[in-house]
């Protein structure tokens, strides 16, 4: 069964941090790149970063450019999202999914057009940053 599990999210002051986790299991980690979308309280999904499984490529939404940096540990099948300075704007559920056209980060991977192409969506991680 392909599952992709978050965790890591939580409470935390403007200014905080923190890492978030994406443990992929049931497909070959290296067949999909990652991403990271999240979504706030009505309003639609947005994507935040995504890395290519295979050349490490990675993409940032400008919003979280300097301040967020997504990794991956492919031994551990897994993709870190580790969020620096957040803000108040950063709050909302985080969800990660796997691009089904392959391992590649693209760059037009984080627009809404190309959501339809992420699927096997985890249950997601509440971030709240208060002010």
């Known amino acids: 069964e392909v599952q992709l599990v978050e965790s890591g999210g939580g409470l935390v002051q403007a200014g905080g941090s923190l890492r978030l986790s994406c443990a992929v299991s049931?497909?070959?980690?290296?067949?999909?790149?990652i991403g990271w979308f999240r979504q706030a309280p009505g309003k639609e999904r947005e994507g935040v970063s995504c890395i290519g499984s295979i050349d490490g490529s990675t993409s940032y939404a400008d919003s979280v450019k300097g301040r967020f940096t997504i990794s991956s540990d492919n031994a551990k099948n897994t993709v870190y999202l580790q969020m620096n300075s957040l803000r108040p704007e950063d709050t909302g559920v985080y969800y990660c999914?796997?691009?089904?056209?392959?391992?590649?980060?693209?760059?037009?991977?984080?627009?809404?057009?190309?959501?339809?192409?992420?699927?096997?969506w985890g249950q997601g991680t509440q971030v709240t940053v208060s002010s």
């Open positions: 999914a796997a691009d089904s056209r392959g391992p590649r980060c693209r760059d037009t991977s984080l627009i809404r057009r190309d959501r339809k192409f992420f699927g096997a």
């Open positions: 049931g497909f070959t980690f290296d067949d999909y790149a």
